[in-house]
């Protein structure tokens, strides 16, 4: 792998899961055929989603097995989604309000794979309120979930001209970054997304169809959430928690862009002794799934296992396999 819309009361419960299913209904999972078959669920197992958001992929996976679900998300807009899953699948799916950067914490059991769709999620990006998209006026926020104090405006507000050009540079790859800080800098202050998208485009000419402000975008929202951090985290968590285990772990990432495919590489390449890839390179969508759905267009998956046990002559420690998750609970 998000924003504050809790329900606190039970008149308003009904809006709640109007709201949460016409999410379901507008968000189209990318690549969710490969995704099942490179996870390819088992009845009797356990499975992470660790991107939950409209839910999507959890659905996908709870339906094609009698299998249990725990899933993640720092976004508490999609509790309400979580409640409906919950009333739905009962004790086979578990939700868990966090990041998951924090997964080796929230693994209490023996678990068969773990899926991770990086990136926002449609929700997210029509929402005007949140603040990610150009497309929509609204805050500059950008934050994901409701653990982090620092905006999308406060960086734009209150970093220095040469903070912003490293920001954009490392995050959005912007060949036009000095120029782009340079302009967020002489019109301070910012508060709006159509303020920003407006500044970016006047110092950035348009090439094809791809928006001038979508890398500023990209490397503001990126750096405000940490996400390329947190992606090297919920990995490292991934060997924590395979250590000693009892099987290996099936891990499917989805990104949707070439820097959080590149911490999926380094981190293989770096720990080849126990993570190997299930197939070679990665897995593209197919023209016809770019055509029904545009976000599909820069997807990339990548199939690994991770051993099990690591170390030499290590038994396997004892971990609960039934993995009893009570039905109905979510985790705040």
């Not at 976000?295 to 296992?305: M, N, Y």
């Amino acid at each position: 792998m998000h924003k504050e819309t809790k329900t606190t009361s039970a008149e308003k419960a009904p809006n709640s899961a109007s709201r949460a299913s016409n999410e379901m209904l507008k968000h189209t999972p990318v690549l969710l055929n490969e995704m099942l078959a490179q996870l390819f669920p088992k009845n009797g197992k356990v499975y992470v989603d660790a991107t939950f958001g409209a839910g999507g992929y959890s659905r996908a996976i709870l339906n094609s097995a009698d299998c249990k679900v725990i899933a993640l998300d720092r976004d508490p807009s999609v509790i309400s989604i979580a409640q409906d899953f919950s009333r739905e699948y009962g004790s086979r799916f578990f939700f868990n309000l966090s990041k998951f950067s924090d997964i080796k914490n929230m693994l209490n059991c023996e678990v068969s794979g773990i899926v991770f769709d990086f990136g926002l999620s449609s929700m997210q990006i029509e929402d005007g309120k949140r603040g990610f998209s150009f497309q929509h006026d609204g805050p500059l926020d950008m934050r994901m979930g409701n653990d982090g104090d620092l905006t999308a405006a406060q960086v734009a507000n209150s970093f220095s001209k040469d903070d912003l050009r490293s920001i954009l540079r490392l995050y959005g790859e912007e060949r036009l970054a000095g120029r782009v800080a340079s302009a967020i800098v002489a019109s301070r202050p910012l508060s709006s997304t159509f303020q920003l998208a407006e500044v970016v485009r006047a110092v950035v000419p348009r090439r094809g169809t791809i928006d001038p402000a979508t890398k500023t975008f990209q490397a503001l929202r990126i750096f405000v959430n940490n996400e390329l951090q947190e992606i090297h985290s919920a990995l490292n968590g991934i060997l924590s928690f395979a250590s000693g285990g009892l099987n290996d772990i099936s891990v499917v990432t989805v990104a949707f862009h070439s820097l959080e495919d590149m911490v999926v590489k380094n981190w293989l390449k770096s720990n080849s002794g126990m993570v190997k890839e299930k197939t070679r390179g990665v897995i593209l969508p197919s023209n016809q799934e770019i055509a029904n759905n545009h976000r599909a267009r820069s997807a990339r998956l990548r199939s690994l296992v991770v051993r099990a046990i690591v170390g030499q002559g290590r038994a396997p420690k004892e971990k609960n396999t039934n993995c009893n998750i009570p039905e109905g609970k979510i985790e705040r």
